[in-house]
C-alpha cells in the first residue's frame, strides 16, 4: 500500500506547505510519498492518473489543506476501489475534519499513517451533481446565498488577512453581511425523490452529507454521511433581519426552530429556478442555475473508504 500526501500549498495562506516541511524528513525516512499541487484541479487529475496507472496497487491519498483540498481528493478517488482517503487539517475552514476524523498536523501523524495497518476503515456516502457542471461533493452543496457567500470568500484578497488575524473562519460572516442587503431571494421548484414543490423567496438551499459548512457552522444538525440520504435546509420567506438571527443560530445549529427553515430528506434531489442563482460544491464553485438548466443531485451510498486517526486532530 502507497501513502501519498497530497499538499496545497495555498490552503490557509502556505499553513498546509509549511506543515509538510516541517515532517518532510519524517516523510523520506518513514517512506510516505508526496505531492504538492501546482494548481486547482491537480490534485484530482494526479490521483485518476495514479489509480488509472497502478489498477492492481492500492493508494491512501492523504489530503493535507482544507476543504477545497479534500473536495479535490474525493473527485479523484470517485469511481477506484485502489484508493482510500484520509485527512491532515490545515485549511480555513476545515469542515470535512469536523465529521470525518482526521490526523493532527503533527510529526506523530506521519510516523502513525506510515505504520497504518489496514484498521480504522469506515465507508462513507458522498453524492454527484450534475447541472451545467458536474462533480462529487462529500460535504455539501449549497445554492443561492450561501453559494454566493463562498464565492465572495474564495476569490478574496482579504482572505490572506484574516488568517493571519487568526480569524479565518470570520471572513465567511463578513461577506454574509456584506451581501445581506442586496441579495435578491428567487423562487425555486425543488423535487426530492419525486416529490415536487415551488418554493417562493428562498435564500438558499443546502444539501448536506454531514452537518458542518462555512468553517463550523452546524446548517445540519442531523445529516450523516453513512445513512444514504442526504438533508435539505431551505431558507426562504424570511425578512433581512431576521435571516441574520437565522444565520447567527446555524453556529449551533439552533435555526432548525424557526419557521423560515424547512428541512427535507432523500436520495435524488432536483432544483431548478426561472432566476439565476450560484452553486457551491463543498465550497467550490460549481456553476449556476438559470431557467435553462436544472441541477439533480443523488447520494452514493458508502462508495468511497476514510482511513480514520485513532484521535481526533483539526
Ligand atoms: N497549487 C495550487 N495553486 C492554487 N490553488 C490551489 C492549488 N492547489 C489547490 N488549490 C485550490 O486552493 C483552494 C483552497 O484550498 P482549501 O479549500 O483546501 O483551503 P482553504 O480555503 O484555506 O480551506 P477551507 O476550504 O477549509 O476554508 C481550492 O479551491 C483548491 O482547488
Known sequence: MKIILIINPKAKSGQALRYFRSVQKVCDTEGIDYWITKAPGDASSRIQHWCLQNPSDKALFVGVGGDGTMHEVLNGVAGFTNALVACIPAGSGNDFARSFQSFP????SIVELSKWNGEMIEQHDSAFYEGIESGWFVNNLGIGFDALVAYSVNKS??????????IGKLIYVFYLIRHLFTYAPITMEIRVDG???SVDNVWFVTVSNQPYYGGGMKIAPNADSRDG?????IVHNVSRWKFLAVFISVFKGNHLRFKEVTTRRG????VHSEQTAKIHADGEEAGQLSKENS????????????VRAHKYGS
Open 105 to 108: 498536523r503533527s510529526h506523530e
Open 157 to 166: 484578497p482579504l482572505k490572506k488577512w484574516f488568517n493571519r488575524m487568526k
Open 195 to 197: 416529490k415536487e414543490k
Open 229 to 233: 440520504e442526504l438533508d435539505l435546509t
Open 267 to 270: 436520495k435524488l434531489i432536483h
Open 295 to 306: 441541477i439533480q443531485i443523488e447520494v452514493h451510498p458508502q462508495n468511497w473508504t476514510f
